[in-house]
């Protein structure tokens, strides 16, 4: 005789979704005492809230302690599909807000690090004309890593991104935005900062004897630097880390030109034989290509090709590694 079980959830309440995003904002923020500003409740209801969110799933979801706040397996199993059901929840409402010709809800934007001192970004200007034209619109503004940002875009976590091409998904549609110069910095404590041209590397051989700190991620600086051999010594998972490796005075390091500005200014920096060691990257705006997206994402897709449009070759739908400059 086969026995049924029960399901251990039941129905899905407005307080359980309540409860979910409660426990998204603990898992972001890496613990609940520092959730507590983000929610604006104190500590101790956070914790209840998660408490009664566990009793309600039958689950441990997290563990707290003098080790520190982790999610258990089961708690990240749950946070992957959180991310999934309150995606789905922020689509369904702006669905219904197209149905009543409005734009309202939520749209989180994720752009990659270190793009607003570039002067080709036009992404504030962008951000300006969609709040003229989506006044409703609760507008979330992410700074993250390129594969976390095409990975959410994906899976609903992130409506629109603004990411350096690399490699094209079918999954995805690119309008084309702006573009930046990558040179290879060292900075005033490495041997390389007061060499002369003559003692300073020629050609990409000569510079593999220099340790070199990279991107940890599949990226243009990752393939440049596969591409032309460089042994990576050092990783970096943003402009930061690179840029505060490259200040170690160990590694020579890729960096945007414009963020680099600061610190060639103040002699901290210098880009290494410029006309050798440099690479273009081309910025892309980013949608889910398929279900077709929602009335406010486009529009915000839009602004985006809007603000960018005295860029050369804008509003081309190309391919991201073929418009990729080596």
Known sequence: MQVKTRAALG???????????????????????????????GTSTVSRHIKDLETRLNLTLCRRGRAGFALTPEGQQIY??????????????????EIHQRMGGELHLAVFDKTASNPAAHIGE???????????????LHVAPLNT???GVLDGEFQVGVVPGHRS????????????????????????????????????????QYPFAGLGYHSPNMEQAQQVQLSRAATGYDQESIATLILSGRFLGFLPDHYAAEFVRQSRMKAVHPEVFRYDCIFFGIVRASPQPARVTLALQACLRRAHSSNAGLGQRISPRSAHAR
């Open 149 to 151: 940002i095409e990975r």
């Open 11 to 41: 129905q899905l309440s407005d307080m359980d979704l309540r409860l979910l995003r409660v426990f998204k904002t603990v898992a972001d923020c890496g613990g609940m005492a520092a959730a507590e500003l983000a929610l604006n409740i």
């Open 80 to 97: 992957a599909e959180t991310l999934r059901l309150l995606a789905s929840a922020d689509a369904f409402r702006s669905r219904v807000d």
């Open 169 to 208: 998904s079918g999954l995805l549609a690119y309008d084309e935005l702006f573009a930046e110069t990558m040179y290879l910095y060292c900075s005033a404590a490495h041997p390389l900062f007061k060499a002369t041209a003559a003692h300073q590397p020629a050609d990409w051989d000569a510079l593999r």
């Open 126 to 140: 962008a951000i300006a004309l969609f709040a003229a034209q989506a006044p409703d619109v609760a507008l979330h």
